[in-house]
């Protein structure tokens, strides 16, 4: 190939503001490779318009965007797709930012009210209860969308049944679900075991019958009901029951005492609940 239009790799960089060493770390994971190398140097030479590529792909890694995803836009369908895909990321990363900045605040409210807080933690006997329910593993940015169709798809059946209603909607949480972690969440309605049963019921959904037992409990309301700040309510009761001596009896539960339609509104008020147990007796080995 004439190299009287390619730029070694020096240059390119100087030109790109890229370093040498990431310009063959983009050649090894094929982000931007280069138009010609030589033989027998290894040396490696750019054409010049992919300058424009090198610094749109500086940008991109700027805002924190994995190589890989770098690779696979550049490699997509032109500039309309980048831009689309970089709004996409300037709202999950300013999403991002929103939930560092009250995940800080709670850190902070910790560390100078004290691990207790504001959350009275109490103990309450719960009934068995039936529940029709729709379970997925997911991630919390996915959970409202899940909560609001679930709850659509059950009312619906409930209602081709007819069940007979008993007690608020919960949901179950069967591990931590936030931004970075997946849990098994069950969206339960609970109906009436001795009136009409459901019949057959769409894939993902089922009855699930939840035992009577005791529940460490606490109430939070308005922003304090929202995520992240919920959290801080889950690690509450979770404190207490290990400081009172007991077990942890299954997934907890939340349950929307007053639901006024709107996250973080200040007339909401949320119900954090963890089956609890006596540790049972040790053994004699």
Known sequence: MDRTNLLPIGQFAQASGLSVTTLRHYDASGVLVPALVDPDSGYRYFRRDQLRTAQ??????????????????LGGGGDAELASAVRA???????????????????????????????RVTVREGAAVRALVRGA????????????????LMYAVAGRGPLTFDGPAFARYHGL??????????ACLPFAASGAQPGELPEGMYVLDVPAGSYASTVVEGEAAAFPQVLTAYDAVASWITEHGFVFAGPSQETFRRWMGTPGHPDNRLEIAWPIAEPAPAGNG
Not at 56 to 73: G, K, S, Y
Not at 94 to 113: C, D, F, N, P
């Open 177 to 186: 679900c936030d931004e970075e972690n997946e849990a098994l969440v069950e």
């Open 56 to 73: 749109l792909i500086r940008a991109l890694r700027q805002l924190d965007m994995p190589v890989e995803a770098v690779r696979r836009l």
């Open 89 to 119: 990321h300037l709202v999950a990363a300013e999403r991002r930012l929103e939930v560092q900045r009250s995940v800080v605040h709670g850190l902070l409210a910790r560390l100078t009210e004290g691990e207790g807080m504001n959350h």
């Open 137 to 152: 593993t997911l991630d919390q940015p996915r959970l409202d969308a899940f909560m609001r169709d679930s709850y659509q």
